[in-house]
């Protein structure tokens, strides 16, 4: 029952009520009558209980809504916030109910409402209505602490996708072969004294259309680490450019192209893997990688001058590396100040580099020379943040969600022909199976 159709239920029962009283002198049964006063009263009652009710919840609302208006004071205002732990708290308190988090939600912290903090939605002053930002410098540290933590993307050809568009057309020579004829997709030169007429050849052009997809992190933070905003800023940052880092470099080895990049292992065209596997050494050892396998690599690797091309391999592989020798000259040189690096060392020249992604030692895909220059990934703006305290509010917890745009392939569909020999070339090379 609304409260109009109570209040106009109570002003009827106190009618009814205050008739009953005034008769009860000439009522020809007392008893009886007394009996109707009391379920009179007891009904008035109960619609008034119903209705005290309907205006108590009323009066706490609109003290929640007091309260979560309340912000901190000018002077605090004008103070950044000192981390991203900070910011996140005050986040967490503006979108919890008041009284949530010992007493801390519903509090409003003014420095929200800053011009690059302020979220879209309904409203930027009403936490219920839309949100609010995670600030610039903290997601732009959190996302190049996951560049600087992933191995492989780094290396490949980055380009960014402008604001209001979903993905974007890569228009590329479809060359597959290096033969007469097939260069730059079929562009044939003559000399003058081969032939009395000439055929006409244009280059064949082809697109890549990628369109972005996000990559999503989610997180719940609890009302301890709330209230440890530089332990939170830690845990945040650490956990989420890690997971980012290994994410977005495994699609980028091994990605299905459904919902994400499309992994240089994975992708074929016309029945052909992109990833060649070379042949291992006759009578080669199980679980080894020799000079052999490497010089067979690098044979077969396609790549122009100044590609970004590196040894992306297992750690367990690492033991095989300072036993490659050419008579009596190592071809492996380890970097001696790998603090902080992520090469490794260099073999035959190239960078080292370790990573998750690779097989084990023996397996194809343990040791893959990459040329990265040749795999391109579009990324649209930085990291994206939403809160909400709904997800986890038994729990007394805040959910945070990050957002990152991206997408990526190679450039390069098949393996190619060279213009002599049979063997063909491609920008990711490994051995096959040494078991």
Same mark, same amino acid.
């Given at each position: 029952?609304?409260?109009?159709?109570?209040?106009?239920?109570?002003?009827?029962?106190?009618?009814?009520?205050?008739?009953?009283?005034?008769?009860?002198?000439?009522?020809?049964?007392?008893?009886?009558?007394?009996?109707?006063?009391? =379920?009179?009263?007891?009904?008035?009652?109960?619609?008034?209980?119903?209705?005290?009710?309907?205006?108590?919840?009323? %009066?706490?609302?609109?003290?929640?809504?007091?309260?979560?208006? @309340?912000?901190?004071?000018?002077?605090?205002?004008?103070?950044?916030?000192?981390?991203?732990?900070?910011?996140? =708290?005050?986040?967490?308190? =503006?979108?919890?109910?008041?009284?949530?988090?010992?007493?801390l939600g519903g509090q409003v912290d003014k420095r929200l409402f800053e011009t690059n903090l302020a979220a879209s939605g309904a409203s930027a002053t009403v936490p219920a209505d839309g949100g609010f930002a995670?600030?610039?410098?903290?997601?732009?540290?959190?996302?190049?602490?996951?560049?600087?933590?992933?191995?492989?993307?780094?290396?490949?050809?980055?380009?960014?996708? &402008?604001?209001?568009?979903?993905?974007?057309?890569?228009?590329?020579?479809?060359?597959?072969? @290096?033969?007469?004829?097939?260069?730059?997709? &079929?562009?044939?030169?003559?000399?003058?004294?081969?032939?009395?007429?000439?055929?006409?050849?244009?280059?064949?052009?082809?697109?890549?259309?990628?369109?972005?997809?996000?990559?999503?992190?989610?997180?719940?933070?609890?009302? @301890?680490?709330?209230?440890?905003?530089?332990?939170?800023?830690?845990?945040?940052?650490?956990?989420?450019?890690?997971?980012?880092?290994?994410?977005?470099?495994?699609?980028?080895?091994?990605?299905?192209?459904?919902?994400?990049?499309?992994?240089?292992?994975?992708?074929?065209?016309?029945?052909?893997?992109?990833?060649?596997?070379?042949?291992?050494? =006759?009578?080669?050892?199980?679980?080894? *990688?020799?000079?052999?396998?490497?010089?067979?690599?690098?044979?077969?690797?396609?790549?122009?001058?100044?590609?970004?091309?590196?040894?992306?391999?297992?750690?367990?592989?690492?033991?095989?590396?300072?036993?490659?020798?050419?008579?009596?000259?190592?071809? *492996?040189?380890?970097?001696?100040?790998?603090?902080?690096?992520?090469?490794?060392?260099?073999?035959?020249?190239?960078?080292v580099i370790i990573v998750e992604q690779a097989e084990t030692l023996g397996d194809a895909g343990d040791v893959v020379l990459a040329n990265l220059s040749k795999y391109a990934v579009i990324t649209q703006g930085?990291?994206?943040?939403?809160?909400?305290?709904?997800?986890?509010?038994?729990?007394?917890?805040?959910?945070?969600?990050?957002?990152?745009?991206?997408? &990526?392939?190679?450039?390069?569909?098949?393996?190619?022909?060279?213009?002599?020999?049979?063997?063909?070339?491609?920008?990711?090379?490994?051995? %096959?199976?040494?078991?």
């Amino acid at each position: 029952m609304k409260k109009k159709q109570l209040l106009e239920r109570v002003t009827a029962l106190t009618s009814e009520y205050d008739a009953l009283l005034a008769a009860a002198e000439a009522a020809p049964d007392a008893v009886a009558h007394l009996a109707s006063v009391d =379920a009179k009263e007891t009904e008035l009652n109960s619609v008034k209980a119903e209705l005290a009710a309907i205006e108590k919840m009323e %009066a706490k609302a609109k003290e929640n809504a007091r309260t979560a208006a @309340r912000v901190i004071s000018d002077n605090e205002a004008k103070r950044p916030f000192e981390n991203l732990g900070e910011q996140l =708290a005050a986040i967490a308190y =503006a979108q919890s109910p008041a009284g949530a988090f010992h007493g801390l939600g519903g509090q409003v912290d003014k420095r929200l409402f800053e011009t690059n903090l302020a979220a879209s939605g309904a409203s930027a002053t009403v936490p219920a209505d839309g949100g609010f930002a995670i600030g610039t410098q903290f997601s732009t540290a959190l996302l190049n602490k996951a560049r600087e933590q992933s191995k492989i993307f780094p290396l490949c050809a980055e380009i960014p996708v &402008g604001e209001g568009n979903d993905g974007i057309e890569l228009p590329y020579i479809d060359e597959t072969s @290096r033969v007469d004829g097939s260069r730059w997709g &079929g562009v044939l030169c003559y000399w003058a004294a081969e032939a009395d007429t000439v055929t006409a050849k244009k280059p064949k052009i082809a697109r890549h259309e990628m369109r972005l997809e996000t990559l999503k992190g989610l997180a719940y933070a609890t009302d @301890r680490l709330l209230r440890n905003a530089p332990a939170m800023e830690t845990i945040f940052q650490n956990a989420f450019s890690s997971e980012m880092a290994f994410k977005i470099d495994d699609a980028i080895w091994r990605g299905t192209g459904v919902g994400q990049p499309l992994g240089f292992a994975t992708q074929s065209f016309e029945g052909a893997s992109l990833l060649v596997q070379v042949a291992k050494k =006759a009578a080669q050892t199980a679980d080894t *990688f020799v000079i052999e396998n490497a010089t067979s690599m690098l044979s077969r690797l396609y790549a122009d001058p100044g590609d970004n091309i590196a040894w992306l391999l297992n750690r367990d592989c690492i033991g095989q590396l300072p036993l490659m020798t050419i008579g009596q000259q190592p071809v *492996f040189l380890p970097n001696m100040n790998a603090s902080g690096s992520p090469y490794y060392g260099t073999l035959f020249g190239y960078p080292v580099i370790i990573v998750e992604q690779a097989e084990t030692l023996g397996d194809a895909g343990d040791v893959v020379l990459a040329n990265l220059s040749k795999y391109a990934v579009i990324t649209q703006g930085g990291l994206r943040a939403a809160q909400s305290m709904h997800v986890r509010f038994i729990y007394d917890e805040m959910t945070f969600k990050w957002g990152y745009d991206l997408n &990526g392939q190679s450039v390069i569909k098949k393996p190619i022909t060279p213009f002599k020999g049979s063997s063909t070339l491609s920008p990711f090379v490994t051995t %096959a199976v040494r078991s």
